[in-house]
């Protein structure tokens, strides 16, 4: 079951050599994520983006600049994947 997961993953976001960085992207596959759930209503609020960038930052260790890259490229991400809705 992990690896038909992390072959979904893969398939969606690219395998994790083309980064040369395996924390990169763990930390770019969870932050499509969270934008991924956090459209599931259609409607992304502040609060929404605040907690997401929260998560982000105290679970990387990252800072606010960082974070803010992260949050784009997730966007970006889950915007290039495929919806079945």
Request: no cysteine; proline share 1%.
């Amino acid at each position: 079951m992990l690896r038909a997961m992390s072959e979904l993953l893969g398939a969606v976001f690219g395998p994790a050599a083309d980064t040369g960085d395996d924390a990169h992207a763990l930390q770019l596959a969870t932050a499509a994520l969270l934008v991924e759930v956090a459209r599931a209503d259609t409607a992304t609020a502040s609060l929404e983006q605040d907690v997401m960038a929260r998560l982000l930052r105290e679970r990387f260790a990252l800072s606010a600049a960082e974070t803010d890259v992260l949050l784009a490229a997730g966007e970006a991400r889950a915007d290039q994947a495929v919806s079945l809705h």
